[in-house]
């Protein structure tokens, strides 16, 4: 049976809440270490945690392992590990600027799809097949501006 499991927000003080510091700080990446700089939200889905690492504008992708997860295996929203510019060129990236992200995991439609709450763009980004994401792979779905290089 495959899970789903949403988080967003932060903690009463203004800081992520525990979880990410305890569950993702060994295994995401900063633009350099692989050390999340501000994770903001989660979802879980198909053996994999999917975590918006919100000062480096992307999503990192790690699998669990055992009781927790190993080190990040793919980013989304960025070219490489250790980039981390809002936008880049082609308006399918992320723009976490205004603080403000979330994900959310579809595991209804067919194939399931993944979406990332944009809030610097004013929009929502989704990749159409889950299961089949690569690393670096651009969003396919803009929700809430016309095109992809609306924002």
């Known amino acids: 049976m495959d899970r789903q499991h949403a988080v967003s927000g932060s903690g009463a003080s203004g800081r992520p809440a525990r979880f990410f510091q305890r569950q993702a700080q060994s295994g995401i990446g900063s633009a350099r270490r692989r050390n ?4 903001t939200a989660a979802a879980f889905a198909g ?24 080190p990040a295996t793919r980013v989304l929203g960025q070219d490489r590990f250790d980039t981390q510019s809002a936008n880049l060129l ?21 194939p399931p799809h993944l979406y990332v709450a944009d809030s ?19 969003a ?12």
């Open 36 to 39: 999340a700089e501000q994770p």
């Open 47 to 70: 053996g994999e945690l999917y975590v918006v690492d919100r000062d480096n504008n992307r999503v990192v992708v790690l699998p669990q392992s055992g009781s927790g997860f190993g």
């Open 90 to 110: 082609e308006g399918r990236e992320f723009n976490f600027a205004a603080g403000d992200a979330g994900l959310a995991v579809d595991l209804n439609s067919s």
């Open 120 to 138: 610097g763009n004013n929009r929502i980004l989704g990749f159409r097949d889950l299961r089949n994401i690569q690393p670096g792979q651009k």
């Open 140 to 151: 396919d779905i803009v929700i809430g501006q016309p095109d992809f290089q609306h924002g």
